[in-house]
């Protein structure tokens, strides 16, 4: 293509908003602009790259056996009511009633559509097991889209779905798209980390994210160096790290007995108040939870929870009993925090926060800052894993200015629930090998999950096994983000003066940039432009009329991976660089053709 | 790709509600399913066809210089209301309004995404002419969808636009994108009817559609067998075609005169009692127009309408004075309809519909039936070209059970607008040429249309032309629906026993078809399968354990354009079949994979 025919706005400058390194240069590059807040348009040279992924991502479908549909982006708000997700999903996802009062939801996803479609086509075993997918539009509502194509409202995802008669077949496809993705990812150049979202285990899990390192990133991963645990915070463990030395390290005799502690509020305050560390102190939240499963009544031997017998519980007919809200008392040492995320999974809860301080007042019966467990009769105790390895503790005694010490977890007080809920971070040892984790903070670029049952079920999708019987398939779900893929590629590959495209992904592989269009190198460029058009190169001519120095800053900009500069104090020589390397090479211009077609033929090979 | 590998639900029933063949055999073989109202999956065979429709749209795009974008589905009201299609588009717009109450669009079309995208990019006379496309998801709330892919909610569009300096270089993209049209549908296989929308000239022309003759075209198309005159009836005109002979054939010198008729109420009642004929009676209807803008109020030489003085006129500040509510008195040849489409054109009114009874009494003075144009100073009279060639006519005397005879239009009464607002039928004469029109249903697979100034002036884009002077481009707009087109293709091409693909469309080139795939003939289909593939011919191989007569009937119903059947009884022959054609040729086993591959590339190449 001849850029006189092309549309590239390159920028000097662009919008402050703009902070991460591919926004800038996919904005700069004059591949994407804004049309509104997180709705992106792809301009044809953006729209080139894009395709690439996408081409890429299908190939890898393909050549597993997954096969490619077309659903509608607008869908029936209905199925979403017969998987439940009408009500859990959020305000995220966008409804809309149309004329007609029908309503429909812009799809942020599609278990449903999916669902939907293969329970009146699968009718028997034989057609078991199939995977299926889409590359398409979704729509989210982000609250606060930022960061260009990698947090946009409107996106497009590869999502594939399958659905299998037995675990073992559900095993082996999740398998292959483990396999598919991570060729995918090499192909587009890109350094994942996968990430197993179940903690500990190393094999057999169902559940695995891939992510890309990122300032920007809204996952805190944690690291292994030694033996490459990966794992979200949000799922993280780490081995026990009970205090060896100092304050809080050794058992005591003595009985738990209160200490005055007048104008002292913050755990450091204490520290330097009672000479103790952090880790001599049980720290105490009281956390309000929302729809929590737990079954706090107790049943058969299980006992009820403390201060629960009052809570509202609802019984659902099809679905588990939940109480609407419930509060705990979250007990971990001094020096580390909770994790939400991690509190939320162990309450069985859809969210946790923290109780307000009126709450707190409620229920600790005394001033904010004063919560402890010792006798904490009015709500449950949820204690992590760290509180139960202390010795000697210190902690708030339920009245104003007094706390409890000479704590010993197990003799003083006997938590509802001991769980693993605390932050882990940079310097936890490894819960696999011991080695000491490092963070990074990352963006998911795919994730592949074992979904079970739960949408066969809800939305009744049976077929007929080898003996006549009606049965429910399991399924698992796959999906790629291509824009936020697309820009992930351009985190990894730029430099200061633009993008890096890796040859794979690059919308153009050459660029034939004549140092003035006319004349023989007018013609040299012409020659060599077609010839590499003629062997299949995808080719770029700068046939402007501007200075060398804007042709060769533009091309940097645009990252186009070869460049073949034809200028007449070099001919009959042309210049061949590649963009990722400082130094050009001339090569004869009537060889030009075949040793650059050779360098696209070779880069591309290298998968 | 091995049918065993592939997902092919075929049918042999299909609802009742598909009542046109490309919606039958879509879902007969397996290539669409309804998820909803107006809202389909395309299934993998279905998406492969779709894929071709698509790619030729591509080409041709291509082939004249656009540029293929890819806007957000999704876009902000904002937009909508700048061109102030945010009022005039209905309810047919999909609206939402997300959770931080932003208004959002899914795009039933893009003429303000791209004016507001380029009018960001473009600055200068340099950049332009450009022409930019997209191939994307659109929505329109369709109240009855129906009719498959023909009539859906949502559907994929193929929509172009472009941006000039001048109305020369708009017109030189206007008649390539022509030619571009032409070529894709002629490389679809489909035969379609260039309808011009202004009707009479057939030159320098604005809008020219593109239909597809259909049973349930949503279109009446007019059209000469001899000059090759299309035309939408809602813009058709004809040649004149006074009364020759009979009554309301000869001028009158007799004074106009009132005619007692009692109880005469239809226009057939009314011939009978006064012995004339349909074509001697003033047909005069009462029709309330929605904001007209017709200067009714006169100005310079031009008088007041009647009746009109005491109309709310509403004066907006950047578009024209309008009525928002005006009753007019339209007649024409009592043989003769009035077509709505055209009235609204004549009286710049963006809706009309016939006056309610209680306004005809108002308005005539007398009951329903006797309204006339003589005399009638309560309202403007239209008068279509029939009525002013008519002589001696008949018509409603504003009086109950009087009508007036011997009326001359012109002598008798003078209308305020005299305009061609009659619906144009089979058997009337071509403006063109004078041939007999003839008719037919027609459904509209592209339009393309000068749009003008409409989007750059309402959203205030501008340019800085040679003089350094801000001008405005003005702009064309250019749309194929592509399922349409896909579905139009079915419609063209079947018979009975399925779909029959034109080779550039099909889903595969070739269908290979053993007997049984086993010993033999499996050695033989598996190297013509793969010698084919090699060769780059897309090519299916069905080794389904089926009876031989339930593989042919599905590759029948799915179209494959070249079969091949291996079976014992002609081996070391195999036997060639075109689906479009009725006999099998035996050929060599051996040659059958060039001689196969040579059909596929002959067809794909004549276009």
Do not use: F, H, N
């Given at each position: 293509m001849k850029m006189s025919k092309m549309f590239m706005p390159t920028l000097r400058e662009v919008p402050a908003e703009a902070v991460v390194v591919s926004h800038r240069l996919l904005l700069r590059a004059g591949m994407i602009r804004k049309l509104a807040n997180g709705l992106f348009t792809y301009l044809p040279l953006g729209l080139r790259a894009f395709r690439k992924v996408e081409g890429i991502i299908r190939e890898e479908m393909n050549a597993i056996g997954a096969l490619e549909f077309k659903p509608s982006v607008v869908v029936p708000g209905e199925i979403w009511r017969e998987s439940g997700r009408w009500e859990t999903m959020g305000p995220g996802m966008l409804r809309v009633t149309n004329r007609v009062d029908q309503e429909l939801v812009v799809s942020p996803t599609a278990e449903e559509a999916f669902t939907a479609l293969l329970r009146g086509e699968i009718s028997s075993y034989k057609q078991l097991p199939i995977s299926v997918y889409q590359i398409n539009t979704k729509y989210r509502d982000e609250i606060r889209p930022r960061y260009g194509l990698m947090r946009a409202r409107e996106f497009t995802m590869k999502d594939a779905y399958s659905f299998h008669s037995d675990d073992a077949s559900l095993d082996e496809t999740y398998q292959s798209m483990g396999k598919a993705y991570r060729a995918i990812f090499r192909r587009c150049g890109l350094s994942v980390i996968p990430v197993r979202a179940d903690s500990g285990a190393m094999g057999g899990t169902g559940s695995e994210e891939f992510m890309v390192e990122s300032e920007v990133g809204d996952n805190n991963l944690i690291l292994c160096p030694k033996c490459g645990y990966a794992a979200n915070d949000e799922k993280a463990a780490c081995a026990p790290d009970p205090?060896?030395?100092?304050?809080?390290s050794a058992k005591t005799d003595k009985p738990c007995a209160p200490i005055a502690t007048p104008a002292v509020r913050t755990i450091d305050e204490l520290c330097a108040f009672l000479k103790t560390?952090?880790?001599?102190f049980i720290k105490t939240l009281i956390y309000r939870a929302v729809n929590?499963?737990?079954?706090?009544?107790?049943?058969g031997a299980a006992a009820a929870a403390p201060g629960t017998a009052g809570l509202k519980r609802v019984v659902p007919e099809n679905s588990p009993a939940y109480y609407p809200e419930a509060f705990f008392a979250v007990c971990v040492r001094g020096d580390l925090d909770v994790n939400e995320v991690k509190l939320a999974a162990s309450l069985k809860a859809s969210e946790v926060a923290l109780a307000s301080d009126a709450d707190v007042e409620r229920i600790t019966g005394a001033p904010v800052g004063f919560a402890g467990p010792v006798a904490l009769a009015t709500v449950p105790v949820v204690a992590d894993l760290s509180v139960m390895a202390m010795h000697d503790a210190v902690t708030g005694a339920l009245k104003a200015d007094l706390h409890l010490e000479h704590v010993e977890p197990g003799r003083d007080f006997a938590p509802y629930l001991v769980a693993d809920v605390r932050t882990v971070v940079a310097g936890d040892k490894c819960a696999s090998c011991g080695a000491e984790y490092y963070a990074k903070k990352g963006n998911e670029l795919g994730h592949i999950f074992k979904l079970g049952y739960k949408y066969t079920k809800s939305m009744g999708m049976l077929y007929l096994d080898e003996n006549g019987k009606q049965q429910m398939p399991t399924m698992g779900c796959y999906g790629i983000g291509v824009d936020r893929t697309l820009a992930s590629i351009i985190e990894e590959h730029n430099d200061a003066d633009g993008i890096v495209w890796p040859m794979g992904v690059a919308p153009f592989h050459v660029c034939v940039v004549p140092?003035?269009?006319?004349g023989t190198m007018k013609e040299v460029a012409d020659r060599i432009y077609d010839g590499l058009a003629a062997a299949g190169v995808e080719v770029l001519l700068?046939?402007?009329?501007?200075r060398p120095g804007v042709k060769f800053k533009d091309m940097d900009l645009i990252g186009i991976p070869v460049r073949v500069v034809v200028g007449e104090k070099n001919l009959p020589n042309v210049e061949v660089k590649l963009r990722r390397e400082k130094d050009a090479s001339l090569v004869d211009a009537s060889a030009a053709v075949s040793k650059v077609a050779d360098i696209v033929r070779a880069e591309l090979a290298a998968r």
């Open positions: 205090v060896t030395t100092g304050p809080g560390s952090p880790k001599a929590c499963e737990l079954d706090l009544a107790g049943s140092i003035k269009y006319e700068d046939d402007r009329e501007e």
